[in-house]
């Protein structure tokens, strides 16, 4: 078997959204395959909180906001050291890649991305596409790994951070 790692799942919180639901199956299987995963929230609430407190630990950061996620996520870094840091939806992901950079914690940050952003944030105006795309640019060549679900999702991170798309994975 495999050496044991602490996975660190970050959320906004634990409503139930796709997202949500796809990071509780894959800690799940993370548990079945000998690791130590947990979830780290920004906020503590939402409807598979209770469901997720029966089978891993919850780690609430008190995060309110996303601007209030860059400290208290390098803070949690610091304290808990986790093996490896998943996060999931923009701004988070963005974040998560500079709250761990600034934590000086050598920790590997996966990010990912569950809908195209360009559909998602378009409709948002010129100024929130051009933050966008300038935290994206900053921040995904800071993450261990980048993953799309779907390769038109990953054409989209590709293109907005301005990456080589061959750095982004692709999960169907």
């Known amino acids: 078997m495999r050496d044991s ?27 079945a395959l000998g690791h130590r995963p947990e979830l780290v929230l920004m906020r503590e609430t939402g409807g598979l909180l209770e469901e997720a ?27 808990a050291r986790p093996d490896g840091l998943m996060a ?15 934590s000086g914690i050598p920790c590997p940050v996966l990010v990912s991305e569950h809908n195209s952003l360009e559909i998602q944030y378009g409709p948002r105006g010129r100024v929130h596409h051009a933050a966008l ?11 261990r790994a980048r993953v799309g679900v779907s390769s038109d999702v990953a054409d989209v991170m590709a293109h907005l951070s301005g990456l080589p798309r061959e750095r982004f994975d692709v999960v169907n």
């Open 53 to 79: 407190q029966d089978s891993f630990p919850i780690v609430g950061l008190d995060a309110p906001r996303n601007r209030n996620l860059f400290v208290a996520l390098a803070r949690y870094l610091r304290s």
């Open 88 to 102: 999931a939806m923009w701004p988070v992901t963005v974040i998560a890649v500079a709250g761990q950079k600034f």
């Open 133 to 143: 795309q300038a935290s994206l640019a900053m921040m995904y060549s800071g993450a």
């Open 5 to 31: 790692r602490r996975i660190a799942i970050l959320l906004p919180d634990l409503h139930g959204g796709g997202v949500e639901r796809t990071r509780l199956v894959l800690a799940h299987e993370f548990a």
